[in-house]
């Protein structure tokens, strides 16, 4: 009876280290499929996320051309800071200038109006030269 109890007791450590290998192998198993499967929605999110801020983009630089077209047409005394505020707020910006270096005109709104129009004044070359120029958190852009 004595060896028939190690036979058993063998069998039964070996059938337990199966199902513990068994449990280890479909718990990685699972761990890769929700990898993968959380992989595949983050870069389905990343793609969504692009795609959403280039659609912004594009819709921030048409609504700048379009505003810098008709600035170019506008006489200067239309130019107002009035303007410059409702252009300002409907394309979400803080502050806002425009110049004109060759017909000396000048415009600015905002807590740093002043100050971008000095720096608009010091690279003035360097934008119309550019589709736009990206300089910390602003955006410059030349007329159409």
């Known amino acids: 009876m004595y060896m028939n109890d190690k036979k058993y007791f ?4 070996i059938s337990m280290l199966a199902i513990m290998l068994g449990f280890s192998l479909n718990s990685i198993s699972f761990l890769r499929k929700i990898n993968a499967a959380a992989e595949e929605s983050l870069a389905k999110s990343n793609q969504y996320l692009v795609s959403h801020i280039v659609v912004e983009i594009a819709g921030c ?33 803080e502050s ?8 000396g005109m000048q415009a600015a709104y905002g807590p740093h109006g002043e100050e971008l129009a000095q720096d608009l004044h010091e690279d003035a070359q360097r934008i119309l030269e550019n589709d736009c120029v990206l300089s910390g958190d602003r955006l410059f852009s030349p007329p159409p």
């Open 10 to 13: 063998k069998v039964i450590a």
């Open 96 to 103: 806002i200038a425009v110049i004109a270096p060759g017909a």
């Open 61 to 93: 630089n048409k609504r700048l051309e379009d505003f810098a077209d008709s600035l170019s047409r506008m006489p200067e005394f239309l130019l107002t800071e009035d303007l410059l505020k409702q252009k300002g707020k409907m394309m979400g910006f």
